[in-house]
């Protein structure tokens, strides 16, 4: 955090794309609401739906799906990400800036794999700068609808500057999820979360197997091959491969690997040297 | 019903968003194809799905979610409610203007609470009266694409006017929801669906407690206070607060309360004076 | 496909709207990064979900949605579709214009029954013709977000013309679906799939029931009478329909069919002459 918010605004050109990341589901108005809000203020918002289905009341994964994702939007996109357990209680709201996007959250750990980043510059909301906020009508439960959303719709109208919001700060609450183990021998990660085909994501980098000459994967107390794509096995075999996020990923092939491994989220994961013949 | 549909009318002026509420999940193009018809009559229609995972056959929930939120969208916002388990036989559309917003519902009930207000002006419609419409064309089972999607499109496009799309009607068949039942000593109501977090919620207006001191919340044999937000207790504890829909809602912190009680719509819930040292 | 590439080009006027089919689900943001990506190269495009959630793994039904489907979209319409459990190995896309609507799709079956067709003309995509793709950059297991989005932004925003993207083909994978097999006393089809309420779909079209006299419905050892709408028999009863996609269907009325029956894809389903007085 190093770069001065200044700076990082003058990077800031809104795209008046806004994305949403959640773990409010599909069911009721709840997200739709937001996008009202949204609308009302600025009517040529495109809005995104990032996902709605992260695991409820864990900001861990939501931060880890923004994170790995947010490259792919115009730069100038506003990400609102709300999961959000503390809503009203004193918990914080973080707009933080970061090669030419606007991120806001909830100060619980959601953002902080971004926001500690030394090129990020990060502001602590202030209510009080939001242009038309009425304080009374603000829920204690909903900040998503009532707060975030006409937020995100100034930001991405291009009305406010990120840097206007509210005092730089420098400590935030960091991410659940904790960075790999590294040693010479092997890196010890965890399993953060799966997707719609059961396959096992993990938090390891690509970056990190690169030391090794024959990479695998051990995890529930098996061993698994890199490969490079599914259809590199047949239907069944498991794998390991570098996924399109860039982080190790355990897969079945055309099945779940989470049902079949019975693994889920926070499960070890290592990466160790195979052997030359394997 | 005592406006003039003149009037309303007056008040309609089309924003272009359409917003969709249906029970055909996510499974299948069927919304997609309602989109399709809308975006071919109406390029610039801003679609914005309020939820397709209402309980499928129970109009009522659709009504709920949509009485509850309409407000948060911009005025002239065209709201389609397709939940019509009788569609293809005898039972009629409602046209509904209400507070600047155009609702198009099934008369099953789905929009009853809306049509009943004074303030509304209704309208039973006459397809013959939407421009182009092919009624050799229109299935006998998805009148949500063949039919309020078209409509919705010219409305949206401020092409026709909700007045002239058929008589005034003043008897609509209402909600299935029935409201609380008030005494001095007590409000009696029901659940009437729940969220994605398993919070259970009900027909009980904010407004019906304030004639108690120290109101507490009874279902399922149990006695909930009422706070103001979920963290405010300790996660795994149960409560009841006022949600960001102004009704009763019966939560457990960071964890599910429908599964918990093992209460589900119709459940009763009960509002009643707590002991002055609660 | 003996129609010209060049007669199809002509036809084909871009909307500006792209529809998405994938079996990739609402968890984590794959979706939409494919929307991030295409917002990029083209910021007015119109991206409507078809579905995500086809069954994972099977093109057929994907193939099977979007052939029923896409004459409800705009002509122009840029149809992605995105189930590959072969991504990344050497099958190949495909670039299919038909009607006026253009369809990128693996070679694996998904498309066949369009492809198929005669006035049907297809490409075979060389990725060296999308403009400004960095096949370095194009990962093993997202050609979705890596191939299909941008490709699917410039077709939608009219910056290339399907027919420059590769050589026509005359040979596609079929699709993995039989046409149902007809003799003079019976039509023998199967069920593809089924809807949100349980509803089962089969392949077969209305179009083979014209000859019979008194059609039934024959599955699961069970006979159903056709009818023309669901609340045409009292909730809980079983029938057949002819549903809003012209295939015959198996219903409950309010009620799952599928769960009632026990059955599922692949289900035989026949059709045959009823009795007189059924």
């Not at 700068?129 to 609808?145: L, N, Q, Y």
């Amino acid at each position: 955090m190093t770069v001065s918010s200044a700076s990082q605004d003058a990077t800031f050109h809104a795209s008046g794309v806004i994305t949403l990341t959640t773990d409010i589901g599909h069911k009721g108005p709840f997200v739709a609401m937001m996008k009202g809000v949204m609308l009302r203020r600025f009517s040529a918002a495109k809005i995104v739906d990032l996902t709605h289905e992260t695991s409820p009341h864990f900001p861990a994964e939501a931060g880890f799906w923004l994170e790995r994702s947010y490259r792919y939007f115009p730069e100038g996109t506003v990400h609102l990400a709300v999961v959000d357990p503390s809503v009203g209680t004193g918990r914080e709201i973080l707009v933080v800036l970061c090669d030419g996007h606007c991120f806001v959250a909830p100060d619980n750990g959601l953002i902080g794999s971004i926001a500690e980043r030394e090129r990020a510059s990060v502001h602590r909301l202030d209510l009080d700068e939001v242009p038309g906020i009425d304080r009374a009508a603000v829920s204690a439960t909903f900040h998503g609808r009532d707060v975030f959303a006409p937020l995100g719709a100034e930001l991405a109208a291009g009305r406010v500057k990120p840097s206007s919001l509210g005092p730089t700060v420098d400590a935030v609450v960091p991410s659940w999820i904790e960075e790999p183990t590294v040693t010479k021998a092997r890196v010890s990660g965890i399993v953060v979360t799966h997707d719609n085909f059961g396959n096992l994501i993990t938090n390891i980098d690509a970056a990190l197997l690169e030391p090794f000459k024959n990479p695998v994967v051990v995890a529930g107390g098996l061993t698994f091959p890199v490969r490079r794509t599914y259809g590199e096995v047949s239907p069944g075999d498991y794998m390991a491969l570098i996924n399109s996020f860039g982080v190790v990923e355990l897969a079945r092939a055309e099945q779940s690997a989470m049902e079949g491994l019975g693994l889920s989220r926070g499960a070890p994961v290592r990466i160790q040297e195979g052997s030359a013949h394997a």
